[in-house]
């Protein structure tokens, strides 16, 4: 596709349930982002992938989120037993690798509410 | 630790009335600065790359100079469909992998 994509676009879910959020890339984009967005805050990064190599996962809150990304395209971003303050939007980005200067292209988000 | 500080948390202008936004940036190291704009219900959509003091992009209204401090975004002559937030992240250097964002600027331009 043109753009990064990502689903679903919401999700509610009840509290102690996994959750699984979907993310697209660009085309041809090695680097690929997660990043969560609660109300009134800036943007939380949570993990990095760069191609084959290790992922970042420095910002993750918990064992209870993980992240994969098969084939080095589509990424899966697993939120376990999930807790009210897990509620914000997921947001998912894709750049070209950061040392080539390329700007990170963010897909919609998915908008996660926990009752 | 890398920090960013956008100023002012919210501005209302007069459609017509020019302004600036400020980011400022406390890195190790500067590898890119990156603008960012959001509508409600949207991700960001990526407006700008500066790299180096002194740089400065343009795009229709919108014009992003950058300092060793700090970065600004100055609109000329807003319109209504300027409203939005603007975001400012910063690449570090000695940062590892991750943007580090600022909390945004929320714009509201006016007829």
């Known amino acids: 596709g043109a753009g990064v994509s990502q689903s679903p676009s919401n999700k509610v879910t009840e509290k102690g349930k996994d959750v699984e959020l979907r993310c697209d890339p660009i085309?041809?984009?090695?680097?690929l982002y997660w990043y969560r967005q609660s109300l009134g805050q800036g943007l939380e990064f949570l993990i990095y992938?760069?191609?084959?190599?290790?992922?970042?996962k420095s910002g993750l809150p918990s064992d209870r989120f993980s992240a994969e990304r098969t084939g080095g395209s589509v990424s899966t971003l697993t939120i376990q037993r999930t807790q009210q303050e897990d509620s914000a939007v997921y947001l998912c980005a894709s750049s070209t690798p950061p040392g080539t200067g390329g700007a990170a292209f963010f897909g919609q988000g998915t908008r996660l509410t926990v009752v | 630790e890398d920090q960013v500080t956008q100023s002012p948390e919210a501005l209302r202008l007069q459609e017509g009335e020019s302004s600036s936004l400020n980011c400022s940036y406390t890195?190790?190291?500067?590898?890119?600065l990156f603008w960012y704009r959001q509508d409600p219900g949207k991700g960001p959509e990526f407006l700008f790359t500066?790299?180096?003091a002194g740089e400065e992009k343009e795009k229709e209204r919108l014009k992003a100079t950058l300092t060793k401090k700090e970065s600004f975004l100055h609109i000329t002559a807003p319109k209504p469909e300027d409203s939005a937030t603007y975001l400012c992240a910063v690449h570090p250097t000695g940062g590892g992998n991750k943007l580090t964002f600022g909390t945004g600027t929320q714009l509201k331009v006016e007829l």
């Open positions: 890195v190790s190291g500067l590898r890119g």
């Open positions: 085309s041809g984009h090695t680097a």
């Open positions: 992938f760069q191609g084959n190599s290790a992922p970042d």
């Open positions: 500066l790299y180096s």
